[in-house]
């Protein structure tokens, strides 16, 4: 990961008191990574949490031989990936969804109550991504 970057966001989740997020847009994940990831119709969500407890979860079609500085967490195409994302999630706190992930996904993780309540985090990453930090 970038770790300047990710400083950059958990900063500003914090400052929005919002402990946890979801980014699938692969531009946001490449730009927080340095890794491209093209999904297609597979879920693709890269989890920060304030504590530390980042994780990337993405399809194993896509695999991932260097280490990007965060746990990574496969699933097969028979797997149901949601359900694996919302064993690592607090339940009990905020949820950031960024502006790009699925109605398919979100409303499933709404459902399993993977949070107290879900906002759009998408302007924490985008202003971040505003100001050039190289």
Known sequence: MVEKRIRRVLAAMEQQNLSQMLISDPGAIYYLTGKWIHPGERML?????????HKLIVNE?????????VDLV?????DAPVELLA?????SAV???????????????????????????????DHIRLVKDE
């Open 95 to 125: 949820m950031g969804i960024d502006k790009t992930w699925p109605a398919r996904f979100l409303i499933q993780l709404m459902d399993l109550g993977a949070g107290s309540k879900f906002v759009n985090s998408s302007p924490i990453v």
């Open 87 to 91: 064993q690592f999630v607090d339940h």
């Open 74 to 78: 496969t699933y097969c195409d028979t």
């Open 61 to 69: 079609l896509f695999p991932i031989a260097e280490d990007l500085g």
């Open 45 to 53: 969500a890269l989890y920060l949490n304030v504590s530390g407890n």
